[in-house]
């Protein structure tokens, strides 16, 4: 079941999602089994269409599934999932088969694409790979196009972020080493700028 | 002269300056002639040697600068120089020659490193580019390797952010779109995990 607060992002403004470099969860799925984990060196890389760039390491089990189903999926969780979302990273599906069920966290999937998305995040956005062998090899970086976006609309609507007097709870993280996160903090406003 | 705050940041510290996901300033010079540009996309790629990736498309002024010195450096400003962080943006240097000098911010350079860096912000650090001609053309993406990092040890010091209770005019930035910024907001902190 979609999660309550639930709504489609317009292409041209995906981007602006993950501008934020807030620390997303990173899924994917192959023939069903699926996999999920923090990952935090994923960046935009293009406007329209909108490209990402991802890195993911060899040695993850969610790698595996991402090239061999070509997609993965990007939810950006909040403060309220803080807990899951250490789970989901401190521990490999490769060691525990269920990590996901202990994790705690709640999955859904939208109609139409076949991998999981993480319930109690702020945005999502489902990505097709562009095969990019040495990027991949060399680098374990991963660039992918936006093929669906949503937000959730108490944070991100009508193409912007509203984080102005956001209960923390709703605010996304940034990850910065052993288990420490900061959440995306207030506005910084110039006056005299008011784009669009 | 160097800024009154400013440290040396081991190299195998350096990527989390970066994990934040806030929006540095890239800088580059070649021949006496310096650029300097705010730019979202830029993402940790590696964590020793770490290499960051930054995304800089072809019309910029900076963008040359890079290519032929092979070198560019990223500066995290912070709220305290948001209003000079737009004027860097907002103006292309190919439009206003004298951009650096009208956008008020003041620029400094470290011995053996003849690239500009920006005071009045977070950290610093510069990067030699690996050329990875396809990359570059097709997705105005550089690869580059740290080879100095360094922080105001206010808000990062002895390998770690210390944000919590920092006045916003101290903390970074993550920019979204059309002048608007988010500060960098206060830890989440998940209790049973203290990491290192």
Request: with cysteine.
């Amino acid at each position: 079941m979609l999660p309550e607060f639930f709504e489609p992002v317009p292409a041209d403004k995906a981007y602006r999602l993950f501008n934020l470099g807030a620390t997303p969860l990173v899924s994917a799925s192959f023939e069903g089994v699926d996999g999920v984990m923090p990952a935090t060196w994923v960046c935009p890389l293009d406007l329209v269409p909108f490209k990402t760039t991802a890195v993911i390491a060899r040695d993850h089990f969610t790698r595996p599934l991402m090239e061999k189903s070509g997609r993965f999926a990007l939810s950006l969780p909040t403060a309220s999932i803080v807990e899951e979302t250490l789970r989901l990273g401190f521990v490999s599906k490769n060691d525990d088969p269920l990590k996901l069920e202990h994790s705690g966290a709640e999955f859904f999937r939208v109609d139409g694409f076949d991998v999981p998305l993480v319930k109690g995040c702020a945005c999502w956005a489902i990505f097709d790979i562009i095969p990019e062998a040495h990027n991949q090899q060399t680098y374990d970086l991963f660039i992918g196009t936006c093929v669906g976006a949503w937000a959730d609309p108490r944070v991100f609507s009508n193409g912007h972020w509203n984080l102005e007097g956001t209960p923390k709870a709703l605010r996304p993280l940034h990850y910065v080493a052993g288990g420490h996160f900061y959440a995306t903090g207030d506005p910084v406003v110039v006056p005299g700028y008011d784009g669009e």
